[in-house]
Nanobody, 127 residues
Framework: QVQLVESGGGLVQAGGSLRLSCAAS????????MVWFRQAPGKEREFVAG????????IYADSVKGRFTISRDNANNMVYVQMNSLKPEDSAVYYC????????????????????WGQGTQVTVSS
């Protein structure tokens, strides 16, 4: 059973940094693509970043490229997103997600591609 638990959200001033964590239950964890999405009030959930099972390949939304870094620790079943130079428009609930299918390597960027979601963690960036 796939379980995902995010942590690390909070309130930060514009220009600041946060690191979000996601603990995952799947094994072997390295077999699973992992992604981060976010959803702001009144907006659709949008893709933020994705990482291949090995960690060798990463992709980012244009809005966060150069500011956010996704990474993973396969030994500890963790995926992270380091968020730097935060802006008020980054405020949202952040979710990690998995499609639950091992050894499927495509890094997809729409919500319909992912079946399993964490509960989310709130990030608020003040101006």
């Amino acid at each position: 059973q796939v379980q995902l638990v995010e942590s690390g959200g909070g309130l930060v001033q514009a220009g600041g940094s946060l690191r979000l964590s996601c603990a995952a239950s799947m094994r072997p964890f390295s077999a699973y693509v992992m992604v981060w999405f976010r959803q702001a009030p009144g907006k659709e959930r949008e893709f933020v970043a994705g990482i291949s099972g090995s960690g060798a390949t990463t992709i980012y939304a244009d809005s966060v490229k150069g500011r956010f870094t996704i990474s993973r620790d396969n030994a500890n079943n963790m995926v992270y997103v380091q968020m730097n130079s935060l802006k008020p428009e980054d405020s949202a609930v952040y979710y990690c997600a998995s499609d639950g299918r091992p050894y499927v390597h495509a890094l997809l960027t729409t919500t319909k591609d992912y079946n399993y979601w964490g509960q989310g963690t709130q990030v608020t960036v003040s101006s």
